[in-house]
């Protein structure tokens, strides 16, 4: 009887490693998911814990991975995500942009193992170019605050290519805009979070700045199933997964009040330094190679994510 393929996914308790260790036990392969829990919960592994095949080991992994036996494919996903998390852990994301990937592109050079690197649209800074290309270099500040965060995944790409060139280690990136969905946690400081929690309570909704900067919301199902088209293509330069739909911060925020039913006022606080004006990608790449696009409309998305965020606020 032939093995079952092996995944392991560093992050796998956070919002989107979760969804995405679900993926791949679907598709049948063993999930062996690495944590430490700093950002990411348990909870979001609940369902999955005694499922056949799973298995959780609760580590560092910018310290050494040991893993025995076989790898077919290792994706990196572990790092703090939000701003509120990266500004109050900005030595801990920045050592696992850099000594965490190091790791991980190690353990997937060991064992032959497809490697994906979980990068974000962060790498484009407050960009000047809009939408954004994947040759779009980006306007970082490296001496921001924010910079912990950017530039730790702009060290993890250029890593990631230097092991592919050098080792040739089977790599993919992934650029990934705002995702929203169902175990986001209610408090990690995004908008989104912020919102929909702050209208189920039936407080104030603040907004930074005055709220015409725009991004462009992705529901995770639609991101996991790019995920799932990006390891399994021959794609090594980085990919845009996103929706290209783009919102003001405003409007998203009157959606949400408007699907909560709450009556909640809008208020405007001071605009953090280095916050991205637009933020939107270009999907051309997805599209023609991965024959991607996103499904799942932004009203059904925002309904969905609100269910949750009662159920747990409960």
Not at 91 to 112: P, R, S
Not at 276 to 301: I, K, N, T
Request: glycine residues 8%.
């Amino acid at each position: 009887m032939p093995l079952m393929p092996r995944t392991v996914i560093t992050g796998g308790a956070g919002f989107i490693g979760s969804h995405l260790v679900d993926a791949f036990l679907r598709q049948g392969h063993e999930v062996l998911c690495i944590d430490n829990l700093v950002t990411g919960s348990e909870r979001n592994l609940a369902h999955v814990k005694d499922a056949p095949g799973f298995r959780f080991l609760r580590q560092d992994v910018t310290e050494f991975l040991s893993i025995d036996g076989p790898v077919d494919v290792v994706c990196h996903f572990a790092s703090p995500a939000s701003p509120r998390d990266y500004l109050s852990l900005p030595i801990q994301t920045l050592k696992v942009g850099a000594l965490g990937t190091h790791k991980a592109l190690g353990l997937a050079k060991a064992k032959g193992a497809r490697f994906l690197l979980a990068s974000t649209s962060e790498v484009y800074g407050d960009p000047q170019v809009h939408p954004q290309p994947e040759s779009y270099w980006g306007h970082v500040n490296p001496v921001g605050p924010r910079a912990v965060y950017d530039e730790a995944k702009r060290f993890a790409e250029a890593i990631t290519m230097a092991y592919h060139r050098t080792h040739g280690v089977d790599t993919r990136i992934v650029r990934i805009f705002n995702t929203y969905g169902p175990r986001m946690r209610a408090d990690d400081g995004r908008a989104l979070p912020n919102f929909i929690s702050q209208a189920l309570q039936g407080k104030p909704v603040t907004l930074y700045g005055d709220g015409s900067q725009t991004r462009s919301f992705c529901y995770v199902s639609d991101l996991v199933e790019g995920l799932l088209r990006l390891i399994a293509s021959d794609l090594h330069d980085p990919v845009n997964l996103g929706n290209d739909e783009e919102i003001t911060i405003r409007g998203i925020a009157e959606e949400v009040i408007r699907l909560t039913g709450a009556r909640s006022e809008i208020r405007f606080v001071a605009l953090p330094q280095d916050d991205p004006r637009v933020r939107r990608p270009d999907l051309r790449r997805a599209r023609e190679h991965l024959g991607w696009s996103p499904q799942v409309s932004r009203e059904e998305g925002l309904l969905r994510t609100i269910e949750y965020f009662r159920s747990i606020m409960k």
